[in-house]
Nanobody
Framework: QVQLVESGGVLVQPGGSLRLSCEASGQLLSTYDMGWFRQAPGKEREYVAAISWSGRTKHVADSAKGRFTISRDNTKNTVYLQMNGLQPADTGVYYC???????????????WGQGTQVTVSS
């Protein structure tokens, strides 16, 4: 079992930056691929980014490319999502996920956190 706890979601103005964190417990994070998804009110859940267990392979969805960066620190059992140039369309609940298989926009990872709310508004 893997437990995931997200933090860092707040209200931020358009153009601002945030860093979300996700701390894992229960298993060594270094054996899992990690990812971030988000869900805006009234919309489908959306894939945001993923990173391989080693950190060598990263992918960011087109909607966030050039603005968001995913990283991980396996010594701290933590994965991060750095978000720059935030826009109102980025508003939603952000979920951290983990899976021993590849995480991408086509599937649903096995483990999910409870989510952290990000609101982009002036």
């Amino acid at each position: 079992q893997v437990q995931l706890v997200e933090s860092g979601g707040v209200l931020v103005q358009p153009g601002g930056s945030l860093r979300l964190s996700c701390e894992a417990s229960g298993q060594l994070l270094s054996t899992y691929d990690m990812g971030w998804f988000r869900q805006a009110p009234g919309k489908e859940r959306e894939y945001v980014a993923a990173i391989s267990w080693s950190g060598r392979t990263k992918h960011v969805a087109d909607s966030a490319k050039g603005r968001f960066t995913i990283s991980r620190d396996n010594t701290k059992n933590t994965v991060y999502l750095q978000m720059n140039g935030l826009q109102p369309a980025d508003t939603g609940v952000y979920y951290c996920t983990a899976d021993q298989g590849q995480i991408d926009q086509f599937g649903s990872p096995k483990y999910w956190g409870q989510g952290t709310q990000v609101t982009v508004s002036s």
